[in-house]
């Protein structure tokens, strides 16, 4: 057994990646918005979260962070809000997929994604509601 699992681990590569934006509503920043890193992975293993945050006062967020895998990872942003949302129950929530280009080797990031200014009363494709991820 150990003769299969040591390549396996010695395999595994550290990788980072960053992103860094502004959240808005309408024309207000998006504050205290809550906001995380992923590795997105499929099949039976867990998504790894890689970083977690809130927005500032502007709705300005920076992230960075690492994790050990065999392949490329597939990094993602995920934010839940209640912007436009009413009375509806739960949060908002967006996934926002951060190109390979910027997964580096190791475990700091060597440059950022800039998702840019995004105005969150969009409706996303995609977009979900999430009771789990409150402020």
């Not at 997964?103 to 999430?130: A, C, K, W």
Request: hydrophobic share 35%; with cysteine.
């Amino acid at each position: 057994l150990l003769l299969f699992i040591f390549p396996l681990v010695s395999s595994l590569v550290d990788q980072s990646a960053g992103v860094r934006g502004v959240l808005l509503c309408g024309d207000k920043p998006l504050a205290n918005t809550k906001v995380k890193l992923y590795d997105d992975d499929s099949g039976p293993d867990l998504d790894d979260l890689m970083a977690e945050g809130q927005t500032d006062s502007l709705g300005q967020f920076l992230l960075k962070g690492y994790t050990s895998e065999i392949g490329t990872i597939d990094p993602k942003l995920n934010v839940y809000h209640d912007c436009d949302d009413g009375l509806q129950p739960c949060q908002r929530k967006v996934t926002f997929w951060i190109p390979k280009d910027f997964v580096s080797t190791g475990q700091h990031p060597s440059r950022y994604f800039d998702l840019g200014h995004i105005n969150m009363q969009t409706i996303f494709d995609g977009e979900s509601r999430d009771c789990l991820h409150r402020k």
